[in-house]
């Protein structure tokens, strides 16, 4: 299809690799890749109400088979990503090492800028060893010129916000210091925004009666989107 361009809110539905075939290349500012994640397993649960089941299945015949749709989707999100854009993709502890050195084929070892990691909470007695607590998302540029917005959390309640708002210079053997004016009173440097944003993301898990759930069983809440989408890029 030619000269197709993505409308606002646009969706197109079906095949992944066939979707973003009809893109043009250097078009899109995002991709946020939620792949199955080689499980080996079937995955169903009912919306709230159980008038609907939705499932999935997440087997496979092989590990290559599973990693030739990973590669189809990573080369298409290049083609189709602008110059300055992004890509995010979300895995876990099945096959996230083969899928780090896929991402790092396609887009560059020097295009990887972080592994975001998800945690959460969750309880559970049913598995031998330790309990899986979180979820990696692999952030790769296409180029080094890609868009980045600093975002900030807040300070945790033991900061000393009044430490934080004095600013610092070097003494003459190079360490920081907390500047003073002529008559020795501590400066005050610019208001900060919070906390940088880090690459641990503390969000809580999707419980099935979450007012946001759809019934889908691996359905990710919109805080995690969020962080990908608004908080970090554009």
Known sequence: MKGHHMKVDQIIHGDAVAGMKILPANSVDLV????????????????KGAEKVFSFDDCWDSLDSYLDLIRDV????????????????????????????????????ENFQSEIIWAYKRWSNS???????????????????FKFNRAFTSYSATTNVDQILQARERDKNGKAVYKRDSDGNV??????????????WEIPYL??????????????????LKGTSKNSVF
Not at 32 to 47: G, I
Not at 127 to 141: C, E, P, R, T, V
Not at 187 to 200: A, Q, R, T
């Open 127 to 145: 598995k031998k060893g330790l309990l899986n607590a979180h979820q990696s998302i692999y952030f790769y540029s296409k180029t080094s010129d």
């Open 74 to 109: 990573l080369f298409e999100s290049k083609r189709v990503l602008r110059d300055t854009g992004s890509v995010f993709l979300h895995c876990d502890r099945y096959a996230s090492h083969h899928i780090r050195v896929l991402m790092d084929e396609v887009f560059g070892v």
């Open 187 to 200: 400066v005050l440097g610019k208001e900060k925004k919070g906390v940088p944003l880090s690459d641990v």
């Open 32 to 47: 946020y890749f939620d792949p199955p994640f080689f499980s080996q397993k079937s995955h169903t649960l009912s919306n």
């Open 207 to 224: 419980n099935p009666k979450a007012n946001e759930r759809v019934g889908y069983p691996t359905q990710k809440p919109v805080n995690l």
